[in-house]
């Protein structure tokens, strides 16, 4: 299958490791620019260096992102980008664009700084999470991205020496943090997620009962709602936070029309779907089966090449309806 032999090509440059504008990524977005280009493609790139492969008055966009995280493995971003070619490739009738966003594990910076929006915009992407293989199904449906917020929270105690310093007698900012690692496990709950990440230790030495410690707090829920109870249950203060966003509208339509019965699930890693549909681009987004348990940015992350395959045909029809009803429509 061609589409597996370009991941492959993809994944040989850098092994694994295409941050955002690097001379990797740089690499990757060339050999995209070949692939387009053979699919009947007019490639060209924005500012913000986002690659764009279209065809006639293209307002209905699909594609993911080539960069990884440092240790990435062969899917995640790539797969969404191979696979709108395969499509743009089967579709030489029909008006669309394929893009490859740049560094989107380092902002997503390029999507935000689009100079111009699609009409429509699907992007498919490796699910990175355990469900469509515990639910034994190869490919789900994103009805949206979970809100996240981000913070940090700072514990008070007293730097005494290990020794010589009775356990009543200590004020230990290290066991308080540990209270409040575990409270904000309880606090999660009903698809929710809160994660204790980082911890500070200062002084940070095996013999000092523990002076101060940050915790760092990621907490992620399907409704804003959800995300402002959480925050509140567990009572910190963040300095970063993006609400949930919707996917909608005639993408979603589509998605659900080619796939009936298929899983619908929310997912909880940020995307370029996200940031389209947040600016208001009606958005879909498809998942493709995580094997291993749905490990991802490692080089173990996997999906199968049947589960692959079904995607891009379930890519293919979609599109298609969906520059038809743009084509249609003006
Ligand atoms: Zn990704």
Do not use: K
């Not at 579709?91 to 390029?110: C, D, K, Q, T, Y």
């Not at 996917?247 to 298929?262: E, H």
């Amino acid at each position: 299958m061609r589409l597996l032999a370009r991941l492959e090509e993809l994944y040989a440059i850098g092994g694994g490791a295409r941050l955002g504008y690097s001379a990797e990524e740089d690499a990757a977005h060339e050999l995209a620019d070949r692939w387009m280009r053979e699919a009947g493609l007019e490639v060209g790139r924005d500012e913000a260096g986002n690659l764009f492969g279209h065809r006639g008055d293209a307002r209905v966009w699909s594609g993911s992102h080539l960069d990884t995280v440092p240790n990435g493995g062969r899917f995640d971003g790539a797969l969404g980008v191979v696979a709108a070619i395969e499509a743009a490739d089967r579709l030489r009738e029909s008006a669309l664009a394929v893009v490859a966003f740049r560094a989107e594990e380092s902002g997503p910076l390029g999507s935000r700084r689009l100079a111009e929006l699609p009409g429509a915009f699907l992007e498919v992407h490796i699910e990175q999470g355990p469900v469509l293989e515990r639910l034994g199904e190869p490919l789900g449906i994103v009805t949206g991205v979970a809100g996240q917020a981000r913070g940090a929270i700072t514990f008070e105690g007293r730097a005494a020496h290990a020794g010589t310093t009775p356990m009543q007698e200590r004020s230990d900012a290290l066991v308080e943090a540990a209270r409040f690692v575990l409270h904000a496990r309880d606090c999660a709950r009903d698809n929710a997620v809160a994660t204790v990440g980082a911890l500070e230790v200062e002084p940070g030495v095996a013999n000092v009962v523990p002076e101060r410690v940050t915790a760092s707090v990621d907490v992620r829920a399907p409704t804003a709602e959800a995300l402002e109870t959480l925050i509140q249950a567990i009572g910190f203060e963040p300095s970063w936070r993006q609400d949930p966003v919707a996917m909608s509208g005639p993408p979603l339509d589509a998605l659900r029309a080619v796939l009936p019965g298929a899983p619908e699930l929310v997912s909880g890693a940020g995307h370029d779907a996200m940031v389209l549909a947040a600016a208001g681009v009606p958005t879909a987004m498809l998942f493709v089966r995580s094997l291993n348990g749905g490990i991802s940015h490692s080089p173990d992350e996997l999906s199968s090449a049947e589960d692959i395959a079904l995607a891009v045909d379930a890519l293919t029809e979609t599109l298609g309806r969906l520059s038809a009803a743009h084509t249609s429509g003006v």
